[in-house]
């Protein structure tokens, strides 16, 4: 097991080599920052000197090198916008994403959970049919649509919740976080809903799935034979089955909720550090896009090793092995 | 209808506690702002620091006013008025002294003389990795303490425009003239006059100003000023529409008219210093994105005074104005508005004359039109997409086949100012020009004059125009320290620069905010959003 973990993240060190020599030449290719820093009256000299103190007048390859260099010791840039340490930027708006993504996955699992059961245990109702059909929308439906169609009804006509904005934090461990008051809570709702949206969707569906594949299996025959009570076998035998491939996607997903609130971030005015990838995007921020980019490899590596490990756990048969070993 | 659907609303305890929770959320939003003296206010982008030094930029500059001041003031229609300084004088031509304004308070208590001006200045040009530094402003001007509330500035040269350039340099405190960007953006440095005072910074999420009760200009209204970024367009809108913010800046075109009809809002604008125009290749004698229409190569045709005007000619402003813009812009005839000083009195927006730009075209030997493409940046100007391709369908009308190729602000820039090994990639560009310092002296230098790293001029003059004759006129006005000839000299530069057709002006867009009912707003032509400009609706 030990040898399986420490081939992976060697594997993944490759990995993310190969998407920061990705990312740092691409941006390049998009454009030169200068233009979008620099007030537009400035002279041909004050732009030239504004670009020597940022290094951006030095052909890319050396700029690549320096950055390596840097990297190696720990430092990942500053950015050109901000004069910020770029990862400094990202961490201080780490976790207002992390938590948006936590309650968009809790509801996911709270929402989509019962939902994909009930669909499958109950297959021919027209409410299980209105269940899938409504999970194809929400798969369909684009996520700035929604999430302004959320704000004009729950926020605009309704007046029930904020339309905008994180709400009041407050500090736990030394992490901010505004999900402990009804406030934050009510700030958080629609973003995460939105976020959730697919989310639901595919934990239904995977659910459904998996209820409707087990349910014809032996095993589960054999538990009625035993006299099992209805809910045990659900709520043990099934569900327990059905969970592996619903772990091994949501944990995938989760970082991709992580990776791709940007929609929604920008939507609902979240501080987060998708609405910052988008600024620094826009704005060809280049040390904050790759250490954006460098954090979120680290953070699918580390997620996907946390669902090897669950596999384990969820089901004893699995044994951690790589082929060639 | 509500009462049916839920019929059992209340009765049930479920119900009733989410009834309850509801209800507790949505007072908190009734509270009466107003009343206690606290203001939201949206913005379109966040600010990158709290540095007053750092970041040349709108977004940066506006909230950086609330806390910090110039020795001299810019209005809401950018006329100077004394600030930190009462007056001035010329004391030879090479020689200005000013009068420092007595009792004056900082943030932390402290005194303001010549002392924290003198460090300001000598803070501008060494603020480490200044993605946009204010040393434009501060640049050959050697400052001089004659006594604590006197102060000399000595130039080189005579320096006609030293008033609306120092008036963009904030004053911080001589306590803080050393900190790093980093302290002033935690509040520890943050040491300004303004009539607000730092309360916190939340990168990306909320500025928190707090009123100076010891401001030397009356108090201020607001106790507290809360600025949040919100830079989807709908969503601003929508804030403002669901009580959750009280003002919003840069109202979209598309919503304007809707919520100047609502009865709940109000709607201010102003006409701004932006003004929108394309410019036009004139340095090479074949240009990339210009081809005859069987698409063989064909010499610039933009070379050629009648081709600039005839496409200018072609330019139906007004329907722009009304159809693109809703109504939101003023057709343009230069760089700025003629209402600022150093413009021209005699241009009028160039009228639609279809006739006379075909003719003009036969003339310059294009009977026939040409093929070329327009590129523009999709997202940095109000509407700017829509724009380019109006103009494209406009100047088909006088034979010319025009395409549009709209590109995201970073590649656009970037291509059509350096693109061609340093040199502008493209033959026909949309741009916008804000005139922050209220006179076009910078305009004309940086859009018109001719490219010449020595001189400092034509730095953003993306069409090469160049006529010495033009830059000699300029030269002579950026000497003459006299306001009323320096004007003159600008306005015939305008007038010249403007009948070659140096760029095509489109128009002049609006600055547009709006806010709830009971609130009174003062719009501004430089963008600037600021707290001072709300009061309440008397």
Known sequence: MTAFILRRLLQSLIVLLAMIVIVFFGVHVVGDPIWLLVSPDLTQDQIAEVARQLGLDRPIWEQFAVFLGNALHGDLGISFVHGQPAMKLILERMPATMELALFALVLALVIGLPLGLYAGLRPERASSRAIMAASILGFSLPTFWVGLMLIMVFAVILGWLPSTGRGPTIAVLGIETSLLSLKGLSHALLPAINLALLKVSLVIRLTRAGVREVLPLDFIKFARAKGLSETRIVLVHLLRNILIPVVTVIGLEFGSLVAFSVVTESIFAWPGMGKLLLDSIQRVDRPVIVAYVMLIVVLFVVINLIVDLLYCLLDPRVRLQDQAS | ???????????????????????????????????????????????????????????????????????????????????????????????????????????????????????????????????????????????????????????????????????????????????????????????????????????????????????????????????????????????????????????????????????????????????????????????????????????????????????????????????????????????????????????????????????????????????????????????????????????????????????????????????????????????????????????????????????????????????????????????????KKRAALLAEATDLAMNDVGLIPIHYQFNTWAARKGYALVARSDEYTLATSVKPAP
Do not use: C
């Open chain 2, 1 to 483: 209808m509500r009462m049916t659907v839920f019929s059992d609303f209340g009765r049930r305890p479920l119900w009733r506690g989410i009834a309850v929770i509801l209800v507790m959320m949505a007072s908190g939003f009734g509270i009466d702002r107003l009343a206690a003296q606290d203001l939201r206010i949206a913005v379109s982008s966040e600010p990158s620091s709290f540095d007053p030094h750092f970041h040349n930029l709108t977004p940066n500059n506006q909230i950086m006013r609330h806390a910090f001041e110039p020795l001299i003031f810019a209005d809401e229609s950018q006329n100077l008025s004394p600030g930190l300084a009462t007056g001035w004088q010329l004391v030879d031509d090479l020689t200005w002294e000013f009068k420092l304004r007595p009792g004056v308070k900082f943030h932390d208590g402290s005194t303001f003389s010549a002392d924290d001006v003198i460090a300001s200045f000598e803070r501008v040009p060494n603020v480490p990795r200044s993605p946009s530094p204010f040393t434009s402003y501060v640049k050959g001007r050697m400052l001089e303490k004659i006594d604590d509330l006197t102060l000399r500035i000595k130039t080189a040269a005579p320096d006609p425009l030293m008033l609306n350039n120092i008036a963009q340099v904030m004053i911080v405190s001589k306590a803080a003239a050393r900190a790093p960007t980093e302290d002033f953006n935690s509040g520890k440095a943050a040491i300004g006059t303004g009539p607000y005072r730092f309360n916190a910074f939340v990168p990306g999420d909320r500025v928190v100003l707090d009123r100076f009760d010891e401001y030397w200009g009356g108090k201020p209204h607001w106790l507290r000023v809360t600025l949040k970024p919100i830079s989807s367009n709908p969503a601003r809108v929508a804030a403002l529409l669901a009580g959750d913010t009280d003002v919003i800046e840069a109202v979209p075109t598309t919503d304007a008219q809707r919520l100047k009809a609502d009865k709940n809002l109000i709607v201010a604008s102003a006409l701004s210093n932006r003004v929108i125009y394309f410019h036009l290749d004139q340095y090479r004698d074949v240009t990339p994105f210009i081809r005859a229409k069987d698409g063989s190569e064909i010499k610039n045709p933009l070379r050629d005074v009648r081709v600039r005007q005839a496409l200018s000619k072609a330019i139906n402003r007004p329907a722009m104005v009304e159809r693109v813009m809703e109504g939101e812009a003023v057709p343009a005839s230069q760089l700025l508005p003629d209402s600022y000083p150093g413009t021209s009195k005699n241009l009028k927006p160039v009228a639609l004359d279809v006739a006379g730009a075909r003719k003009l075209l036969s003339e310059a030997g294009y009977p026939n039109g040409f093929k070329m493409v327009m590129h523009g940046p999709n997202g940095r100007y109000t509407n700017d997409t829509k724009i380019i391709e109006a103009a494209a369908q406009m100047f088909a009308r006088i034979g010319i086949e025009a395409s549009v190729e709209t590109l995201p602000p970073a590649p656009f820039f970037s291509r059509a100012s350096s693109g061609n090994n340093g040199h502008p990639e493209f033959s026909f560009i949309l741009v916008g020009w804000s005139a922050g310092t209220g006179e076009p002296s910078d305009s004309l230098r940086t859009l018109l004059g001719t490219f010449d790293r020595e001189k400092g001029t034509g730095a953003a003059n993306r069409g090469r125009y160049s006529n010495p004759q033009f830059d000699a006129i300029l030269a002579n006005a950026l000497r003459t320290v006299d306001d």
